[in-house]
């Protein structure tokens, strides 16, 4: 009771505007009290107006009042504020305007403790204590404190809604089950909620048993990506001893060249030089056999030539005649060197694609589901480009290499081992795995739209290395009349809308190769599901008749 006693102080000697304890304050002529710079500008604000009122009780005054400090109250105030208490947080009893207030009180509103649904009324905890003392009240049901009470009362007959209209999903008054809803399956509002309740608790164990089975899965793929990181780590950290063994070996081979190169140049150097020296010695030996002889010539006394003749007439033997072969010193030496270098290209070329889609092909999650619309199959559009070393030498390519067209002469390409001898055909650029689509244009009698390994036949018969004949390629063979779909030989009919445009779509891990007719629609002709064993590569193939074109379009 002393609790409560300390608990009404606070409230009288609390300022109702601004819900702490009075400053300064003053007594109006009704005889609520105010802090005095609170009421002063609850006025001001109201100047215009020619009567002044309580905030309170709104008691109106044709004058504005003077205001005297109330000494009692201040010192009552000071009083309290020295036996350190404080005034209760506005929030804990006065209700905020998101507060659900007290019906009861009068005056300051405060918070409502709860709501009682049969009297369809908030009680804060002063007005509440009659629900726990009067037998009647006890059997009341509260709940926390709701301003939707008045959502319970039906508006046509303005009682409280206690049924439930099954049929018409929705909560009804008794009245109104004995009227617009009589016939309807009608049951208590307690009963529907006790079925609702059961439909509840087994939705929430079924959200709870999913909540147990995602956590477990993200466990899982927690985990998965851990070992992915593991993986990976261990692959680049062995990639890189590997090429480092590489360039280590390439180095070792450029010392072992370089250390032959200078021994050999060494040997051949001092071959010549001592070869040049015998010369040289030769050289000033016959000189001075020359000037010996030029004086002997000029000799007068017959005697004395006949005598010394005989010693130099006769010559020191000759060193052998110099045989110096036309070669190219060590530029073969380079030539070797370079030779080396372009088989190391094409041998990491070609085992490239194949690392790369090793790599490419660690696919942990499922393949995402093959895209339905064009829009969808655009995100998977590539950059395609027609490689020149596999172009039959009757295609010419044009400048960004996309569009391939049937010559009448031969052009000018270098021999290469890749390049198709038989058939017009020739292979992308770019080699194609993961997710990949790309749309051709031809224009002419007949197309093959094809997609092979790199290792496909380029010469020979048309059972060796036509499109879609051998199982290193697929193929769809359009024309004006028919469609056909070739792979290890084995031919398809195709009945489909036949257009000058063909999409492909490829899903290399899935194993999923899909063409298209693309006019105003975008409708599929054929779907090959397989397993693809290495890289694939574009193919366009004509036939030998000038002018027919082929083109890979640039998608936006």
């Known amino acids: 009771m002393a609790q409560k006693g300390v608990k009404l102080e606070r409230e009288i000697i609390s300022c109702s505007i601004c819900l702490d304890l009075l400053k300064d304050p003053v007594t109006i002529p009704c005889g609520h009290s105010y802090c005095m710079n609170c009421i002063k500008s609850f006025w001001d604000e109201d100047k215009e107006k020619e009567i002044h009122s309580c905030p309170e009780c709104r008691q109106a005054f044709t004058l504005r009042p003077v205001l005297v400090k109330n000494t009692m109250l201040a010192v009552l105030v000071e009083e309290l504020k020295k036996t350190g ?83 018409d999903q929705q909560c009804i008054c008794y009245l109104c089950s004995v009227d617009e809803h009589k016939g309807h399956d009608t049951v208590s509002a307690a009963a529907e ?39 990976a780590d261990k692959a ?27 021994s050999q140049q060494e040997t051949e150097v001092s071959r010549v030089r001592e070869l040049q020296e015998k010369l040289e010695q030769e050289i000033t030996e016959l000189k001075r056999k020359d000037a010996e002889m030029k004086k002997l010539s000029h000799t007068e006394d017959h005697n004395q030539f006949l005598h010394n003749y005989p010693s130099l007439s006769a010559l020191s033997e000759s060193t052998s005649s110099i045989n110096i072969r036309p070669l190219r010193y060590f530029e073969d030496v380079t030539a070797a060197v370079s030779e080396l270098r372009d088989k190391l290209q094409d041998v990491l070329r070609e085992k490239w694609t194949n690392v790369s889609l090793t790599v490419t092909e660690v696919d942990v999650l499922q393949s995402q589901p093959e895209p339905k619309t064009r829009a969808d199959f655009l995100r998977y559009s590539r950059e395609i480009t027609l490689d020149p070393n596999t172009a039959n030498t009757q295609l010419f390519l044009s400048k960004g290499k996309r569009k391939a067209t049937v010559m009448s002469q031969p052009q000018c390409y270098s021999s290469h081992p890749h ?17 990949c689509y790309w749309e051709v244009e031809w224009r002419g009698a007949a197309v093959y739209v094809a997609v092979a390994y790199k290792n496909i036949n380029v010469a020979g018969n048309l059972d060796d290395c036509l499109f879609g004949v051998r199982d290193k390629s697929w193929a769809l063979y359009y024309d004006k009349k028919n469609c056909v779909i070739w792979n290890s030989g084995v031919q398809i ?25 693309i006019s105003e629609t975008m409708t599929l002709l054929h779907k090959v599901q397989t397993t693809f064993t290495q890289p694939l590569y574009a193919g366009l193939g004509l036939c030998y008749w000038y002018g027919e074109t082929a083109e890979l379009i640039k998608l936006k």
């Not at 303005?158 to 209209?165: A, P």
């Not at 909620?193 to 939705?203: A, F, K, N, P, T």
Request: charged share 30%; net charge positive; proline share 3%.
């Open 85 to 167: 208490l404080q005034a209760a947080p506005a929030d804990l009893c006065c209700a905020g305007p998101e507060d659900v207030s007290c019906d009861v009180c009068t005056g300051r509103k405060l918070k409502a403790f709860k709501s009682c649904l049969v009297c369809l009324i908030s009680f804060c905890e002063k007005h509440l204590q009659p629900h726990y003392d009067a037998a009647p009240l006890k059997k009341h049901k509260l709940v926390d404190p709701s301003k939707k009470l008045q959502e319970n009362i039906c508006s046509r007959h303005d009682e409280v809604m206690k049924m439930f209209c099954r049929t």
């Open 193 to 231: 909620r006790s079925e609702r309740q059961r439909e509840l608790e087994v939705s929430r164990q079924n959200i709870q048993q999913r909540i147990q089975d995602r956590e477990k899965d993200v466990k899982e793929l927690q985990q998965e990506v851990e070992a992915i990181n593991r993986s």
């Open 236 to 262: 680049v950290e062995d990639s890189e001893k590997i090429f480092t063994q590489l360039i280590s070996l390439i180095q070792k081979r450029s010392s072992d060249v370089k250390q032959q190169v200078r």
């Open 419 to 435: 390049r198709f001898t038989t058939f017009c055909q020739v292979l992308s650029r770019e080699s194609l795995t993961g997710h």
């Open 493 to 517: 009919s195709i009945s489909g809308p036949l257009s000058s445009r063909v999409g492909v779509y490829l899903d290399h891990s899935a194993g999923i190769l899909s063409f298209y007719s």
